[in-house]
Structures are given as structure tokens and as C-alpha cells.
């Protein structure tokens, strides 16, 4: 038993569980350099391990009442027709793009959180609202009851952010919380902790498919790593579950913003010395 993959896995549940995106963004990393796994299957374990530990934290929500099934199967069925798209372009790059390539995602990430973290209040309000105070018929609605009032220019907005969440799973090896909790804050009207909740059951399905269509590809996904992840990431999303309770989400998303982008420049100075040794 490895304790450095459960420790790497209980990093991702702590992510996941402070805040139902974030725990693929590291994953990667902590695969290819912490336990020299190539990239591309790095991609296959990274979406095994982060989707295993996300059915946890399902279960977790789905007792509090802090999952909306209906918002978030929507975004996963289009996800899981996406994913195998990305998962198939990820075969095509070569190891090294594909790492810098994620890099430069992570950058944007890490910028859509702090900019969020930001401008963004703790708590959604139950309907969107636009700068001016009135609403933005661009997203969707609520009623009084805080139902989502599920019309086609609001499903056609969760569809395209749930394809775009999916494309990017399938190619980076990612849940795309990061994408699915504030698209469901800022497009749905939802609150932070519904928000969480739903996007770990979307990340869940979403994770099958893609770990379907890398086993379909002929990739490799080792068994002993990926139950040794999803092992420690089961603490770590226990432990974050707790953590979150007690904290400002505006200070936890500054907190990963820089996080990633210490990462993200890791993996890039790794790369030109690769580079630069050949």
C-alpha cells in the first residue's frame, strides 16, 4: 500500500469536499509527479478516483437535501455525450502538450475563482438577477418555492455549460466542478451548498462516461492506484465536509485559486527543463 496515493487521494477529497469542484485540477499533477504515472493515464485515474470519491460526498448531500436532481442530471446527460469526445482528442496530444495545455487551464481556473471569490456573494439569491437589480431573462428563474422554473432558453444554457463541463473531463481527466458549481450559482440562481451538492452527482456521471471511453480507447487505468485514491480521498472528503461548514467560501476559493496556480507553474518550469535537458 502506497501511503503517498492516499495521501495525494485525500488532497482531492478535500477539495471536493470543501467545495463539489477543484479535487481533478490537482489530481493530474499529483499522479504524473508524485507517482510518475504517464499523462494519459493520469487523465483515466484522475476521472475513476475523483468520480469514486464524489458518490460519496452524494450520499452525504442527498441526506442533507442538498442535491437538485433534475438541474443536475440535465447538465450530466449532456456531460456524458461530451466526454467521450474529449476523452478521444486526449489520445491524439502528445504526454507533454497535454500537460501544458492543462496548465493553461488551470491559470483560468484559477482566475475565474479568485475574480468570483471576488465579486461574488457567499449565497446565492433564490432568483438571478442582473447588475441593475432586474432580471436577466438571458438565465434562468425561480419561483416563490425556489423551483427552477426549467424553460427551453434556461435548459439550452444548462445543456451548453454541461457539454462544455464533459468535453473538458474527457480530455483533462477533471469532474469540472470548478465549471458546474458557479454555473449553477450565477446560471440557476442556486445556493453555494445546493450548488456543491448537485455538482458532485454530476460529477459522478460524468466520470463514468469518461472512464467508459478511456478503457473503450485501450488506455490503461491501474486498479491498485485508483482505490488507494479514492481511499484517501473518502477522509479527505469527510474532513472537508466539516471544514466547510465553518468557513467563508469566498476565503476557500482564494485559498485554491493561488493553490492552482502554484501548480499550474510547476508543471510549466517542469516542462522547460524537461525541454531544455534533451
Known amino acids: 500500500m502506497d501511503p503517498l496515493a492516499i495521501a495525494f487521494g485525500a488532497v482531492v477529497g478535500l477539495a471536493l469536499g470543501l467545495t463539489g469542484g477543484g479535487g481533478g485540477i490537482f489530481a493530474v499533477p499529483l499522479l504524473v509527479y508524485g507517482l510518475s504515472v504517464s499523462p494519459r493515464e493520469a487523465v483515466g485515474i484522475s476521472l475513476a478516483a475523483v468520480g469514486g470519491t464524489a458518490l460519496l460526498g452524494v450520499v452525504q448531500r442527498v441526506i442533507r437535501h442538498e442535491v437538485e436532481f433534475r438541474t443536475g442530471i440535465l447538465f450530466a446527460v449532456a456531460g456524458m455525450i461530451s466526454a467521450p469526445v474529449g476523452a478521444f482528442v486526449a489520445t491524439r496530444l502528445p504526454g507533454g502538450l497535454l500537460l501544458v495545455l492543462f496548465a493553461v487551464l488551470m ?157 499550474a507553474i510547476f508543471i510549466v518550469s517542469k516542462q522547460i527543463v524537461l525541454q531544455m535537458s534533451l
Open 107 to 263: 491559470l483560468v481556473v484559477a482566475w475565474q475563482l479568485w475574480h468570483k471569490a471576488t465579486h461574488t456573494p457567499d449565497v446565492a439569491p433564490n432568483s438571478c438577477q442582473s447588475e441593475d437589480g432586474g432580471s436577466d431573462r438571458r438565465r434562468c428563474q425561480r419561483d416563490a418555492d425556489g423551483q427552477l422554473r426549467l424553460t427551453s432558453r434556461c435548459a439550452r444554457l444548462l445543456l451548453l455549460i454541461g457539454l462544455m463541463t464533459g468535453f473538458l473531463s474527457g480530455i483533462f481527466g477533471i469532474g469540472g466542478g470548478f465549471v458546474i458549481v458557479p454555473a449553477l450559482v450565477l446560471a440557476s440562481g442556486m445556493s453555494i451548498h445546493r450548488a456543491v451538492g448537485t455538482s458532485l452527482l454530476v460529477i459522478v456521471l460524468i466520470s463514468i462516461s469518461g472512464v467508459t471511453s478511456h478503457l473503450a480507447g485501450g488506455n490503461d487505468i491501474s486498479l491498485s492506484i485508483t482505490s488507494l485514491f479514492i481511499i484517501g480521498g473518502f477522509a479527505g472528503m469527510w474532513l472537508g465536509g466539516a471544514i466547510g461548514k465553518h468557513l467563508p467560501a469566498a476565503s476557500l476559493q482564494k485559498v485554491f485559486a493561488v493553490a492552482i496556480v502554484l501548480v
